[in-house]
T-cell receptor, first 115, second 114 residues
Framework: AQKVTQAQTEISVVEKEDVTLDCVYETRDTTYYLFWYKQPPSGELVFLIR??????QNEISGRYSWNFQKSTSSFNFTITASQVVDSAVYFCALSTDFGNEKLTFGTGTRLTIIP | NAGVTQTPKFRVLKTGQSMTLLCAQD?????MYWYRQDPGMGLRLIHYSVGEGTTAKGEVPDGYNVSRLKKQNFLLGLESAAPSQTSVYFC?????????????FGPGTRLTVL
């Protein structure tokens, strides 16, 4: 069975601080995909990034960066120089069922950026 | 392209009433999914479909039924609503091609069962 753990339920930081959101996953499959989605206060789910299990390169996109470490089964997300617009709930998700492409979500981390 | 749309956006039901949530996508996607989101529990898969005319159970299917008569539509039915079904419901879709591609989500339907 697959499992995604986001141990940080809520995080608050002051604007311009850096913040890291943790994601730990469990799977017996050797091939899998990991995702991050953002859910702003408006409620929609916005795709941020996808990473496959064979690509451990870190990725940077503007102020966002992701650190994938298979050795610790983690896929952490860092926001540099946080802004108020980053306030949202962030979900980490795992996909291993390539016939059905089902996603297993973590419980989410609510990030609040204090101006 | 409208992407993934959900109807209605909000609904209040009384216990025992029935209703159908409609999900429509205009991206010609093969896969469609229904999730529910509850506080502190993330998104949980209710039912999904890998193509027109096919449906399958997800993690929390009890109390729900689905139908995929047309490729672009995925209906979620509650035959006899219960307060435990108060939740935000999200529909998603993704194309057949490309392993590991992301799912595209609709805006959600907030359902309250009294």
């Amino acid at each position: 069975a697959q499992k995604v753990t986001q141990a940080q339920t809520e995080i608050s930081v002051v604007e311009k601080e850096d913040v890291t959101l943790d994601c730990v996953y469990e799977t017996r499959d050797t091939t899998y995909y990991l995702f991050w989605y953002k859910q702003p206060p408006s409620g929609e789910l916005v795709f941020l990034i996808r990473r496959n299990s064979f690509d451990e390169q870190n990725e940077i996109s503007g102020r966002y960066s992701w650190n994938f470490q298979k050795s610790t089964s983690s896929f952490n997300f860092t926001i540099t120089a946080s802004q108020v617009v980053d306030s949202a709930v962030y979900f980490c998700a795992l996909s291993t069922d390539f016939g059905n492409e089902k996603l297993t979500f973590g419980t989410g981390t609510r990030l609040t950026i204090i101006p | 392209n409208a992407g993934v749309t959900q109807t209605p956006k909000f609904r209040v039901l009384k216990t025992g009433q029935s209703m159908t949530l409609l999900c429509a996508q205009d991206m010609n996607h093969e896969y469609m999914y229904w999730y529910r989101q509850d506080p502190g529990m993330g998104l949980r898969l209710i039912h999904y479909s890998v193509g027109e005319g096919t449906t399958a159970k997800g993690e929390v299917p009890d109390g729900y039924n689905v139908s995929r008569l047309k490729k672009q539509n995925f209906l979620l039915g509650l035959e006899s609503a219960a307060p435990s079904q108060t939740s935000v419901y999200f529909c998603a879709s993704r194309p057949l091609a490309g392993v590991g591609n992301e799912q595209f989500f609709g805006p959600g339907t907030r359902l309250t069962v009294l």
